[in-house]
């Protein structure tokens, strides 16, 4: 449990710096998102989903 809240409090940290970094960039993302089909948002989910449990996995192991 503890690694979880390390890793959520990670993700919280990546994304704060990029909003304080780029907000201008992540907005023209975020309006690029949502001209998306959804089965790209998907396939890309899917892919960011393995990289990371990959990762994690060959930390872990």
């Given amino acids: 449990m503890n690694d979880l809240v390390v890793a959520l409090g990670l993700v919280l940290a990546i994304e704060g710096t990029l909003y304080a970094a780029a907000p201008g960039v992540l ?35």
Wanted: hydrophobic share 55%; aromatic share 2%.
């Fill in 27 to 61: 907005k023209r993302m975020m309006q690029h998102a949502v001209g998306t089909p959804d089965g790209v948002l998907r396939i890309g989910g899917l892919v960011a989903l393995a990289i990371g449990v990959a990762l994690v996995w060959l930390i872990r192991h």
